[in-house]
């Protein structure tokens, strides 16, 4: 579909096949919102960039690999950990005041769209360090549960619907999976929450931390406890419109970005073998296929689409307007 567009071209690019995970950079696809102590709201991008370095294999290098060792790139994230190496990503955000994306090119809340650095610069924050690896698989990774509803106070969901849907779904399905009381399971744990409990949570299956002994886990209550916070109540924004199922009517280019990607930030080697990556996947499809293939690139930019028609021998629509 034309939103993968960006996507696509990203995964048969080179870094679609990294030499390695210490070699490639980290994205969050979310939007989040951040909240200041005066109340101020901003939208926020995260970016993991490698330390490391960029490095990718070659497709043959790729091919030989996956028949060889296809646990290549868990080995050599473990082996390199192992041998004392402190892999590191420094992490930075984009942040863009509440109320600009009203006007902006794009829907900063679609998971297929990215802020370009030149409209909100990488602000750097810190750093990611891997430093050890895990000494027991099935604690410390079979029983991990990621879920983006936990969230510290000043961090907060935005609109973007793909996350929408997984502030519940995450947490559903580790009920599932883990239990009710996975969070207690000590790589879900918190810190300060194995000694002292901050929620109204209790009872169910499996508690294993005291289940907050006698404190009173409701309000209001005689004894003053369980208070709310205010300063983490969500900060509102404005809705307008009505609730139904609506038809998806919003202008969004899914072209100009993957085109970018493609005609300014490649250099010549990496369109060649991005080139040749398409066509070697699509030299099986129909005909029919290939020629819709070949009008979408066309769009993203003219010669991504000419160099795609002339690998694969098809002809190029002089009608596609990019």
């Known amino acids: 579909v034309p939103e993968s567009n960006h996507m696509v071209t990203m995964l048969f690019s080179d870094r679609g096949v990294p030499a390695g995970y210490p070699y490639l950079h980290g994205f969050g696809n979310h939007t989040f919102k951040w909240v200041n102590k005066s109340g101020d709201a901003f939208w926020v991008k995260y970016h993991f960039l490698t330390d490391q370095g960029i490095k990718n294999l070659t497709p043959e290098e790729a091919f030989h690999l996956q028949g060889l060792n296809p646990d290549f790139a868990s080995e050599d994230l473990f082996m390199q950990i192992k041998d004392g190496k402190q892999l590191s990503w420094t992490f930075y955000v984009q942040i863009m005041p509440v109320g600009e994306e009203k006007d902006y090119k794009w829907n900063i809340f679609d998971v297929t769209k990215v802020i370009p650095h030149g409209d909100y610069p990488l602000i750097p924050v810190g750093k990611l360090v891997l430093n050890r690896n895990p000494v027991n698989f099935f604690a410390e990774v079979e029983q991990a549960a990621f879920n983006p509803g936990n969230l510290v106070k000043g961090i907060q969901p935005s609109p973007d619907r793909l996350l929408q849907g997984r502030l519940f779904s995450y947490i559903d399905t580790h009920r599932h999976r883990l239990g009710v009381n996975h969070h207690q399971i000590p790589i879900n744990c918190p810190y300060k929450t194995r000694y002292e409990v901050n929620s109204t949570d209790r009872d169910g299956f499996m508690v294993v931390n005291g ?94 689409g000419r160099r795609v028609a002339e690998g694969l021998g098809v002809a190029q629509s002089k009608t596609i307007n990019q």
């Not at 609506?246 to 969004?252: G, S």
């Not at 070949?294 to 993203?300: A, G, R």
């Open 211 to 304: 289940n907050q002994g006698n404190k009173k886990n409701y309000q209001p209550n005689s004894y003053n406890t369980m208070v709310d916070d205010p300063t983490s109540d969500i900060k509102p924004y404005e809705v307008s419109g009505l609730a139904k199922r609506h038809e998806n009517k919003l202008i969004n280019d899914d072209f100009s970005q993957a085109g970018t990607l493609f005609s300014v930030v490649m250099n010549e080697q990496q369109k060649t073998t991005h080139i040749n990556n398409i066509v070697v996947d699509l030299k099986f499809a129909k005909l029919e296929t290939q020629q819709k293939m070949v009008d979408i690139f066309t769009k993203c930019d003219l010669i991504y």
